[in-house]
């Protein structure tokens, strides 16, 4: 029987981590946040760090392993890419509190926050100009909705959300963890955390009240009409952040209720072929968000995120952003002041949330300050200038003269990080600190100033104030005037403390009051700037509403501005969006591609019209033409334009009017889904078929290469019904690109179907490619010579070109002809024999050089070598 004793330290640690059983537990132990059992075994793993043991427990060893307190930031990053949670134990009293309940007393330690991929705010961990989204879905009756919060700028909205929405909802907002009601079944190819919680988290009833408790209503009323699955789900959020920051709630504004008609409808894959927010490499560099980020501030670098990922559909919205952009695009000189400003602002909410949540410091303060003082000096700027969306920006910027008064004069210009640090309040700010900062940092001065008084006062000028540790500071003078410093007067002022041989030495009252205050100085600095780091947070944080307004209206005005410098450097065109179904853009430009070509020092983008304007019917281009001629690019540059007009920007064109679009699809290119037991056809078919489910009339839609991952004949046939879907049932506008030439004749059958071709021109059998798309058909594909291009072994090309003439011919004399060419093999035997690679005939300037010895040659005869070998290559 094992009798080992669990020591009080272990106990503690085991009380603990019961409570967090799916979190690694930081056990604060002085400097170290140490790590026990499995969780060190894990974390050890994870962090490549090493793995030591301490004692043992149950008759096994403990395996142990710590980090620094002060590095544990880059520690808590790693586990959380690597996905595990984290419950932070820290230390709630000193040591020296805890020997006061008896000798062996362990310090009583909590977990003060749990760290999850969800709820980070520390800037080392979070991406400045990207969101951290924490999202929760809920379910109540026949309704669902998914609410998401940002915790580190307070960020708070709410959706109605059927489960079929869940998807592309989650690829639009990418929230890194997502609470769901426990037991809920839901599969993601590449999606956020799942953190299943109880059932009572998701409670619409207790939800309301703790929504009413935190923003301090008595009724949800004031911030719209939501339904019961809208307060479970934001109920949820609320609940959770509870749990993990262990009651200290963050400052999160007041809930939007989004209008899901309200944005452009755009799924998951849509998303990942377009390239919007992050390359297919995974990686924002190639991204759409990538190439047009002219932004200076990060809450203007999250807005452009959130407005790319779900431009509006409300057309009043969209011409007030484009007038503001218009307006900056003309004011070039008034943009450029702006933008001056503006990259002196600072991130004001997420100083703001850190400052809530108790994790913020003197620099936040000053974080504050500046964007007052830089939101005061664009107000002023703007004076009255401009449209109205930038009028009501400009009108958030002011209100703020008695904060900013506060803070200018507390805070110092450069201040340190922590508020133990000290030094952030400015000197006149406080007379007490101020003397007590003298005295800590004067010392020596203000004791000698004493000394000459009592010299003054005594005429005796050998007289010295001294130090020691038994004494602490006294007044020193020889033994020859002793009488006279014992005698009175002066004996009533100076107090006899010591005699030695030699030395008589004494005190004063106001010497030991200066004492006291010159020993406690350096601590009473710090309780003074501490309690001043006190106010100075809450002063900002009754404010908070305000400032908030702020940093959107900084954002907004932000964002515009990058817009506008945008099109004036790179020659955008104001697109015309209205409420009809046109889609006409004259020499667009692919965005990426073009800024890729430039970076590159390569050739210039070639600009191409394209018009699927609809009237009562669908307009559909059918594209036709090689691989490698620009199909693609074409496809997705049309998709892009209408996107960035929706989100309010200029567009890479000359001119664009674009009929409000509803839904943007597109299936350009696919791959295996192997995790899912998925063919690349497979991939592409449940792509095809959610577009055909769900575009609307006002959708706009490009697919390429539909049915090319199966049998010829399938393909096509697949091809040929998709096209006729969309164009009778859907009736949306769409760029269809194929290479199945037979079905350039539905231009003839169907009155909405156009073609168009990418143009190539050949030069001596090779394909030259002029990536140019005009109206009309492609009569070949050029494949061969195409993988020529390649680097195909040329015998394998021309191969190739024999049974590609082969199939021609017998296309041309008949179908069945043509079938009985592929069945037939006999019939292959027949086509002249694949040509074999002639070897090359060794040249005569390689037959001089393989009897050249060169350590033999002298450097004269090697210089008439080189002369002979170069007359030899021009003969």
């Not at 619409?204 to 949800?220: I, M, P, Y």
């Not at 006294?474 to 041989?501: G, N, W």
């Not at 669908?618 to 496809?635: D, E, V, Y």
Request: with cysteine.
């Amino acid at each position: 029987m094992n009798t080992e004793t669990v020591t009080p330290m272990m106990a503690q640690y085991l009380e603990i981590k019961a409570r967090h059983r799916d979190a690694l537990l930081f056990y604060r132990m002085g400097d170290f946040y140490e790590m026990f059992f499995e969780d060190a075994v894990n974390a050890a793993a994870a962090l490549d760090i090493a793995l030591t043991k301490r004692g043992k427990h149950l008759g096994e060893d403990i395996a142990m392993c710590g980090v620094p307190v002060h590095a544990a930031e880059g520690y808590l990053l790693t586990l959380i890419r690597k996905g595990f949670r984290v419950a932070i134990a820290e230390q709630m009293e000193n040591p020296a509190e805890a020997k006061k309940r008896g000798a062996k007393s362990v310090v009583a330690r909590d977990v003060v926050r749990l760290v999850t991929p969800g709820t980070l705010t520390e800037d080392t961990l979070l991406d400045a100009r990207r969101h951290n989204f924490l999202a929760a879905f809920s379910e109540v009756r026949d309704s669902s909705a998914l609410a998401w919060c940002d915790i580190s700028t307070g960020e708070f909205r709410v959706i109605t959300c059927p489960a079929t929405r869940l998807g592309p909802e989650l690829a639009r907002l990418s929230p890194k963890e997502l609470l769901v009601i426990d037991g809920f079944d839901l599969t993601l190819d590449d999606g956020p955390s799942l953190t299943p919680l109880a059932k009572s988290s998701f409670d619409s009833t207790g939800a309301e009240r703790k929504l009413c408790d935190l923003f301090g209503v008595a009724s949800l009323d004031a911030f719209g009409q939501f339904d019961r699955a809208e307060v479970s789900a934001m109920g949820a959020l609320v609940d959770y952040l509870d749990l993990t920051q262990r009651g200290n709630l963050p400052l999160l504004r007041t809930p939007v209720q989004e209008d899901p008609g309200g944005l452009m409808q755009i799924d998951a894959s849509t998303r990942r072929n377009l390239e919007i927010t992050s390359a297919l490499s995974g990686g924002k560099e190639g991204s759409l968000l990538s190439a047009i980020d002219r932004t200076l501030t990060a809450a203007g670098g999250r807005l452009l995120e959130r407005r790319l990922s779900a431009p509006s559909r409300d057309l009043i919205t969209i011409q007030d952003r484009l007038d503001m952009v218009r307006y900056l695009h003309e004011q070039s000189r008034f943009r450029t002041d702006l933008r001056d400003f503006l990259r002196r602002c600072p991130d004001t909410d997420r100083a703001l949330s850190r400052l809530a949540l108790d994790r913020g410091g003197p620099r936040d303060l000053t974080a504050i300050r500046t964007g007052l003082e830089q939101a005061k000096a664009l107000h002023k700027t703007i004076a009255d200038k401009g449209p109205d969306l930038l009028q009501h920006a400009a009108s958030a910027l002011i209100g703020h003269d008695a904060l900013y008064a506060l803070l200018d004069a507390a805070l110092v210009a450069e201040p340190p990080l922590l508020p133990r640090d000290g030094g952030f309040i400015a000197a006149g700010y406080d007379p007490e600190l101020d003397e007590a900062r003298k005295l800590r940092d004067e010392g020596r001065a203000v004791i000698a100033a004493m000394q000459a008084d009592y010299v003054a006062q005594t005429g005796i000028g050998a007289l010295k104030i001294k130090h020691n540790n038994v004494l602490g500071y006294f007044v020193d003078v020889t033994s020859t005037h002793a009488d006279k410093m014992l005698s009175a007067p002066l004996s009533e002022t100076f107090i006899h403390r010591q005699t030695t041989a030699g030395q008589v030495r004494f005190t004063t009252v106001p010497l030991s009051e200066m004492e006291t205050k010159i020993l406690n100085a350096g601590n009473l600095t710090l309780e003074i700037e501490k309690r001043h780091y006190s106010s100075l947070r809450q002063a900002i944080l009754d404010s908070a509403a305000a400032l908030s307004a702020t940093a959107r209206a900084i954002a907004e005005i932000d964002l515009a501005a990058a817009f506008a410098d945008l099109a004036a450097e790179e020659n955008w065109a104001e697109p015309v969006v209205d409420n009809s179904r046109a889609f006409k853009i004259e020499g667009g430009r692919h965005p990426v591609v073009e800024r890729a070509l430039r970076k590159q020092g390569g050739a210039q983008f070639v600009a191409n019209d394209c018009d699927v304007s609809a009237g009562d019917t669908a307009a559909i281009w059918l594209l036709t033409g090689p691989n490698m001629a620009g199909k693609s690019t074409f496809l997705r540059q049309n998709a892009l334009i209408a996107l960035l007009a929706q989100a309010g920007s200029f567009v890479p064109a000359k001119t664009a009017h674009i009929g409000l679009v509803s839904q943007l699809f597109s299936r350009v290119g696919a791959s295996d889904d192997l995790a899912r037991g998925r063919s690349t056809f497979m991939v592409e078919m449940v792509e095809t078929a959610a577009i055909l489910h769900q575009a609307d009339a006002r959708a706009l839609v490009i697919l390429d290469e539909i049915g090319r991952g199966t049998a010829t004949y399938d393909g096509l046939s697949i091809a040929w019904a998709t096209l006729e879907y969309l164009h009778d049932k859907n009736q949306c506008r769409a760029l269809f690109a194929t290479h199945y030439h037979e079905m350039t004749s539905l231009a003839g059958k169907l009155a909405g179907v156009e073609n168009a071709t990418v143009t190539v021109k050949e030069w001596e059998g090779d394909v030259i490619f002029l990536h140019e798309v005009r109206k009309g058909a492609a009569d070949r594909s050029y494949g061969v010579q195409v993988a020529r291009l390649a680097g195909l072994p040329e015998a394998v090309t021309d191969r190739a070109k024999v049974v590609l003439e082969a199939l021609e011919a017998g296309e041309r004399d008949g179908g069945g002809k043509q079938k009985a060419l592929i069945d037939d093999l006999p019939l292959f035997r027949m086509l002249p024999p694949a040509p074999v690679a002639k070897a090359a005939k060794p040249s005569e300037v390689e037959d001089r050089l393989r009897d050249v010895m060169p350590d033999q040659l002298t450097p004269m005869e090697a210089l008439s070598l080189i002369y002979e070998l170069k007359s030899q290559l021009k003969s």
